[in-house]
């Protein structure tokens, strides 16, 4: 495997004398006969989902309990997301508040991180209107958590660590998984895409694709751990590999994760039109532990607007990747992401979204207003529409989804699906609750053993939201 450049890789040893310092600082908590409590905030994606499980690891290790209460916290962790505006004053919102925590109790240590954290402006705003925050790291910094934690109990002043923007890659890292039978796995980070609109590239660096053969280790230890539901998540997993031999991709990594024995599903987010095509349709179709999903984004339906945002397709090869995707597997399930209101859309241009969604029938979709981040080229895009005109649109487009969402769900009624049963939840008639290959919510009555166990159900009922099932 020769051709395999060197990528920013953390040497075994950096990451080793990380483990060390983890264990020093749990040593220190038992000699000092206490139990610290952390609360691991989380915004955003998957991605960051899976990097809190990073980080409740680390903590672990360090010798913290966990709590979801910031007054008991003696270390607070926010693990931010930069998507959208909205997200971010969430973030300073909270972040304000935990000044009377602090207040009360001025040992608390208060950390932020993700992929706000990563923005030179944010780590000035901490340093000017929120001195209480103790330390500010990217995403690029997670591995080393310990040596930024220990650096925090020992030195004085603030730390912020924003360096190697490009980003590395770090193995072995500790990980606290949420429980339940799902898992995230990462097999990419960054994005090499530029989208217009879009922060994640400039906060998650360049696209940074795993070594298969640690991804097919990780899959086989969550199978062993009893895992059914595995989903690989990357920015952009369609142009895995393309940083390694050329014999290696996304489709390829499918065929070597669906050869490992053990019952349990294969799903992946998030695909790029740009580079999904027929070779991953056919091997999804041929793999029988993939779900049969593909989530999709669109993101607009006019082709000048996809241009703008630099997307690299049209309206019309997006819609002959779906007769593809359809043609391979003819019920699979498509979902989507869609943004209104992109600098200078028309409602002309609205129309073909409006257009996309009639003909595709995707069977639910995120939507979102476009929101201006500071960097991006579509930020200093003229923006002639008000807030008010796109959220007529918005609300156009969510309630035409809403009836394609009901009639999609309502085809189900009559039909067996095959379900994973993840969780119970506080409904006397339907204590479970359960999730299709396609990823529909089915809501069950049945015993809490079931948790964690594939089934087979019939769909008695259905609403926009959900399936309602009886186990057969
Ligand atoms: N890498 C994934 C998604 C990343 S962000 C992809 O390419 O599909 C998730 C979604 O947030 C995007 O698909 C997009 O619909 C939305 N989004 C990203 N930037 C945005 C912005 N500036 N304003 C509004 N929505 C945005
Ligand atoms: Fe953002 Fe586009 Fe990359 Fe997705 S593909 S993360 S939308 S730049
Ligand atoms: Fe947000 Fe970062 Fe994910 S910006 S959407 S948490 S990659």
């Not at 923007?165 to 980070?189: C, H, K, N």
């Not at 895992?227 to 031999?245: A, F």
Request: glycine share 6%; net charge negative; with cysteine.
């Amino acid at each position: 495997m020769s051709k395999r450049p060197k990528r920013n890789q953390i040497s075994p040893a950096d990451v080793a004398v990380q483990r060390d310092i983890a264990i020093e600082i749990a040593t220190l908590h038992r000699e000092k006969g206490v139990t610290p409590l952390a609360f691991v905030d989380t915004y955003g994606c998957q991605q960051n989902e899976s990097d809190s499980e990073t980080i409740r690891g680390y903590l672990r290790d360090m010798g913290y309990a966990f709590t979801d209460s910031e007054v008991e916290a003696d270390l607070i962790i926010i693990n931010t997301c930069a998507v959208r505006e909205s997200a971010e004053n969430r973030v300073w919102g909270n972040v304000g508040n935990l000044v009377h925590t602090k207040r009360d109790k001025p040992e608390q240590l208060i950390v932020l991180c993700g992929c706000m954290a990563q923005q030179e402006s944010v780590a000035k705003k901490v340093e000017t209107s929120f001195r209480h925050v103790d330390l500010v790291f990217g995403p690029h910094a997670l591995w080393k958590l310990p040596e930024l934690l220990k650096r925090l109990m020992t030195e004085s002043g603030r730390i912020v660590e924003i360096s190697n923007p490009e980003g590395v890659i770090a193995e072995d890292l500790p990980s606290l998984r949420t429980e339940g039978p799902s898992a995230w796995l990462t097999i990419m980070y960054g994005c090499n895409n530029y989208c217009s609109y879009c922060i994640v590239p400039y906060v998650r660096g360049r696209e940074r694709s795993r070594e298969p053969e640690r991804i097919l280790k990780d899959v086989e230890r969550l199978v062993a751990d009893g895992v059914k539901d595995i989903t690989l998540l990357g920015q952009n997993v369609n142009s895995y590999g393309h940083d390694l031999d050329d014999s290696i991709d996304f489709a390829w990594l499918l065929e070597q994760i669906n050869a490992i024995d053990g019952e349990f599903l294969i799903r992946f987010m998030t695909s790029h039109p740009k580079d999904a095509g027929e070779r991953l349709f056919e091997t999804m179709a041929r793999c029988e532990k993939v779900a049969k999903h593909i989530h999709l984004p669109v993101q607009a339906g006019n082709t000048r607007v996809l241009e703008t945002m630099n997307r690299g397709y049209t309206k019309e090869g997006y819609l002959d990747l779906i007769t593809a995707a359809r043609r391979y597997m003819p019920d699979i399930i498509l979902t989507s992401d869609i943004i209104v209101g992109f600098p200078g859309e028309t409602d002309e241009e609205f129309e073909d979204t409006l257009d996309v969604l009639n003909q595709v029938q995707f069977d639910a979709l995120f939507t979102f207003i476009f929101s201006p981040r500071s960097g991006t080229p579509a930020a200093e895009m003229d923006d002639p529409f008000t807030r008010a005109e796109k959220q007529v649109r918005f609300d156009r487009l969510t309630a035409l989804q809403n009836d394609i969402s009901t009639r999609r769900h309502q085809d189900y009624v009559g039909k067996r699906v095959r379900i994973l049963v993840d969780a119970v939840q506080d409904d006397a008639r339907y204590p479970l609750k359960g999730r299709t290959a396609g990823g529909r919510l089915v809501r069950l009555a049945g015993d809490e053993a079931l948790v964690g166990e594939f089934a087979e159900v019939e769909i008695v009922s259905a609403s926009t939201w959900s399936l309602t099932g009886e186990l057969v």
